[in-house]
């Protein structure tokens, strides 16, 4: 591998390649827990013609390549493998065009997602997705990953508003894929199988991004309950008179207690469950929505609702769910964040089966996550360098994503297989479905150097 | 051959397997003008597994199969290949679910899509793509080719509210790709390399489809231009002012005059352009906007706005659209309906260059579409007995979608590439994207059995 180094350095002058052990353990991980890698260097190209000429390379020496941006990912999908070059995009962050008349921005792919929604917002406009990381993680991540957020139900997901992507194969070769026509079906749709294939078909060099007009008014409530299933109810009652919220976000006991004690923000620490719901859009809408959503809550067995008075109270409130993940994070050496999805009916059954395998386990899962969309967050609270108890976690993890499987669900609804899922993938899907992605992979990568062992072997 | 139709034979049953030529003819043709082909035998499967075994025959074979529904498709993506076995879904045409719960439909491939939009309507809720020949195409054939509509705008395409297929591959495997999960990581999207991938893939058996809560009202209008610039000017002032119309919809002048001569709606005969505008949602919304959509028309150069007063006028007014395809149809031996399409604010450059393309080489072309989202249909008025005429109109066309592409757009915007297109598809998106297509389709169809010929040779 030297010679590809050497090379790599020359190519791009040698404050671009790391090699010094103590810059690659940097980026040895991402944000997930107990994963970690060791790469060979790490490589900053600047522009898509040096994605081109690094893959070239990589291709000649057959060396592994995984691409990252802010390593933000909650599957271990930028985790490097072992002496491996790790092709960091975070240098490639121009914004190419915002085209207002078009309702589109073209970006590098290491503009950071909330750079994207800023430049929207001063527009008038909304970029939907904002997964919980947005603060920091970049485009090309979230497009790699089909990030999703807290807005899924109203608005979808990462893949929604991706209207074409330029990507750098295995073999350097540089493709366009879609435009800025809303329909457009000259041929497969290649950009669909590029958005969530985790780095491992080729390297997303710029994105085009579909942006909708700004919703004039938003209201934000927060829904307290003694038990969880009125919390569900709620949900159910709320989409049965045909009501899509932009946000319904539930928090269990475990995470308010964990949120309070981090954030103050005055939550109900005996409480079973709270519900943060939004509605935006014009403004005659969104009164109407809040009221009837407000209704709802407190017939479905709300202790209480309280709506925000001004934004900064709606700030308040969200911070219950934003908090979420950190404030968990603070409470054990080791919290590993899932996302098992189900069919928003099946809410309150997958729920139920998490707070029983967690005591059955004797395990502390603090769960939280998206209703709207049946995209939970079980978050085990535990210790990696408790060996017994991690292999109670991993019990617990086969049981958990089976039965979203069983429910129609699926073992991740946001955060990609990577490493993390890659052993629940054949159940979940069926080795045929796995043999098929091989197959897609085996074509596009034929050396298979692009993130090798993410998502399948 | 024989063999394999004296096996289809034994596992079918005579009648469910056609040979007969006066049989074979009338599936040698789909919607598309001036492409024919002749089927070695026509079968028709009733349950999935029926299709695993016929294509388990065809792989044995090495025997080609083109799969159809109604045969409404607009680029010859359904005419059969020489001798090929015709995969006819129109039997399975069964509503497995609807789960008002979950706001979805499960259907088969052979549901015509009128079907899937009155179930949906009967609940209380929405499926939004609304191609042309929703009354009479299935949604297998809708998924097939992602097609379009006039709400494409506001409410996107086809593939927006695909949540999984059912698939049988070349070999007989078959295949669940998606979930009823909004979010969904697990693993590549397959399912949305399937949608639009025009039977070259795999058959498409049942689909998922998402549904929307019905908007609670609507308005219609018309506006009448004598300018062609201006109606183009209204469509950019509407979305500048951030409304997104549910349909915008553009006729010229040829297109004006063979409605009016055909449906007798009243539309001014001396007109250079109408645009047919719709915006629905939530009535207070819906009366705001119209309002402003109705000024903005008039500001923008509309000679006359008529506001529909009640749904029996809005439909008349819709009927100019609905109608311009068989309108122009009549008027010509040969119609052949194109979809060039372009980012929206390119609508006006495009607009002029096929006529001034029509213009210099002597033909009739009517110019109808959405122009919402840049989405144009020139209409080739034309005989194919005069093959002086043709060779003009392929001149033209090939000058129409170079400069769609020369303006970001693309050679189709809805009707896919099939036949019609093929010649055309290297230059718009290039070989190497050709190219990356190609492996794909040998990595999933090694034998190349699927739909021989569309898309690429």
């Known amino acids: ?50 994605v081109g000429e690094i ?11 995984v691409s990252r941006g802010s390593g933000t990912g909650l599957s271990g999908g930028s985790v490097p493998s072992a002496g491996c070059i790790v092709l960091c995009l975070v240098r490639m962050d121009r914004v190419v065009e915002l085209d207002s008349a078009n309702l589109t921005i073209l970006v590098e792919s290491g503009v950071v997602t909330q750079t994207v ?11 939907p997705p904002d997964p919980g990381s947005m603060k920091i993680s970049t485009i090309g991540g979230n497009v790699a990953e089909n990030s999703g957020g807290l807005r899924g139900l109203k608005y979808g997901i990462t893949r929604d508003y991706v209207m074409g992507l330029e990507v750098v194969l295995a073999d350097g070769s540089i493709h366009w894929l879609g435009s800025k026509c809303v329909k457009d079906v000259a041929g ?39 038990r969880m299933d009125a919390a569900a109810a709620t949900v159910s009652a709320i989409i049965a008179a045909r009501i899509i919220p932009c946000t319904l976000e539930f928090l269990d006991r475990i995470t308010i207690r964990c949120v309070e004690d981090f954030a103050h923000i005055g939550l109900p620490r005996d409480a079973e469950a709270i519900l943060l719901m939004e509605t935006d859009g014009h403004p005659a809408v969104v009164a109407e929505e809040a009221e009837q959503m407000e209704r709802i809550a407190r017939e479905n067995g709300a202790t209480d609702v309280t709506v925000a008075a001004d934004a900064a109270e709606a700030a308040r409130l969200a911070t219950a769910r934003r908090a979420a993940f950190s404030a968990l994070a603070r409470v054990s050496p080791t919290t590993i964040l899932e996302d ?25 899962i603090g769960t939280f996550g998206h209703m709207g969309d049946g995209n939970l967050h079980p978050t085990f609270l535990t210790d990696e360098r408790d060996h017994e108890e991690m292999e109670r976690v991993e019990l617990a993890m086969q049981e958990i ?4 499987v069983e429910l129609g669900g699926t073992i991740t609804g946001e955060h990609g297989v990577g490493l993390a899922k890659k052993r629940f993938l054949p159940r979940a899907i069926g080795e045929s479905s796995v043999a098929l992605m091989r197959q897609v992979k085996r074509a596009l990568d034929p050396q298979g150097i692009l993130n090798p062992g993410k998502i399948f072997d």
Chains 1, 2 share one sequence.
Do not use: W
Request: aromatic share 8%; proline share 5%.
């Open 340 to 364: 098992a999805t189900v069919p928003r009916s099946e809410l309150a059954r997958m729920i139920n089966h998490i707070q029983e395998v967690g005591a059955r386990h004797r395990l502390r």
């Open 1 to 50: 591998m030297n010679a590809a180094f050497a090379e790599l350095t020359a190519l791009l002058g040698p404050e671009r390649v790391l090699t010094e052990p103590e810059h690659l353990a940097v980026y040895g991980f991402d944000g997930t827990a107990a994963i970690s890698g060791e790469a060979g260097c790490v490589v900053f190209p600047e522009c898509t013609a040096e």
């Open 55 to 65: 893959l070239k390379l990589a291709t000649k020496y057959a060396a592994p390549v």
């Open 401 to 404: 994503f089976d039965f979203a």
């Open 188 to 226: 497969y749709s290649m950009r669909d199988l590029f958005i969530g294939s985790e780095g491992t078909l080729g390297i997303i060099t710029r994105v085009l991004l579909q942006l909708v007009p700004k919703p004039a008014a938003r209201r934000t409530m927060l829904a307290t309950y003694s």
């Open 117 to 127: 929604a800023g430049l929207a917002d001063a527009e008038g406009l909304l970029y």
